[in-house]
């Protein structure tokens, strides 16, 4: 139980095109989503917070203009990075929480390539 | 704030010998400590976590981790390496208190194996 599906698992697209990356919870409710980011050989930086049905709640440093979260079912949330570019190539991660009381279950993260 | 120190980016240790992976925490309140374990180009497993209760936590895998108050510390242990566990090892700490259930990642343990 408490699958997380991420997709997709890897993305390669051209400076200055969006780029949508989905996060479903498979057999459970995720009233919270979270996103991260995670640099080669380095740890996971928490992104931002999404609640169903509410703006999400962005980390201090993280454009909320440039990498836009909907959470609009308790199944599915997405991250979109807008006119993407090389610096923002990275292991996008999400994972999804059923209640505030519920381990966190991640995704098995997105590779995302800006040439 | 809450921060979580992961002493040793890479540890190596021969099949079969006892994984030691050191990690240390600061919280102001009692904090509930995990061990995620991330295989390459995926997402993170929980390993373990310890919220309140018994000190010496058991997780999958044949994994154990011990809370010391004392020594704020929260190491993960494994008598005998198996090839498969070679992979890189999060620490990790969240507040219970807080209603965001947000987690703060340590940077991360290389465990290598060798035969």
């Known amino acids: 139980g408490a699958v997380v599906s991420q997709h997709p698992s890897w993305v390669i697209c051209k400076s200055g095109t969006s780029v949508k990356i989905e996060c479903r919870s498979l057999?459970?409710?995720?009233?919270?989503m979270f996103w991260y980011r995670q640099f080669p050989k380095q740890s996971l930086m928490l992104m931002a917070t999404?609640?169903?049905?509410?703006?999400?709640?962005?980390e201090q440093g993280v454009e909320k203009d440039k990498f836009l979260i909907n959470h609009a079912s308790l199944t599915l949330s997405t991250l979109t990075v807008t006119s993407a570019h090389p610096e923002d190539s990275s292991f996008y991660i999400c994972?999804?929480?059923?209640?505030?009381?519920?381990?966190?279950?991640f995704g098995d993260g997105t590779r995302l390539s800006i040439l | 704030a809450q921060s979580v120190t992961q002493l040793g980016s890479h540890v190596s240790v021969s099949e079969g010998a006892l994984v030691l992976l050191r990690c240390n925490y600061s919280?102001?309140?009692?904090?509930?400590l995990f061990w995620y374990v991330q295989y390459p180009n995926q997402g993170l497993q929980l390993l373990l976590k310890?919220?309140?209760?018994?000190?010496l936590v058991k997780g999958i895998n044949g994994f154990e981790a011990e809370f010391k108050k004392s020594e704020t510390s929260f190491h993960l242990t494994k008598p005998s390496a198996h090839m498969s566990d070679a992979a890189e090892y999060f620490c990790a700490v969240s507040d219970p208190a807080s209603s965001a259930s947000k987690i703060i990642f340590g940077s991360g343990t290389r465990l290598s194996i060798r035969p």
């Open positions: 310890y919220t309140t209760g018994a000190t």
């Open positions: 999404s609640n169903e049905g509410s703006k999400a709640t962005y």
């Open positions: 919280s102001s309140v009692p904090p509930y």
């Open positions: 057999d459970f409710q995720a009233t919270t």
């Open positions: 994972s999804a929480q059923g209640a505030s009381n519920q381990p966190q279950h």
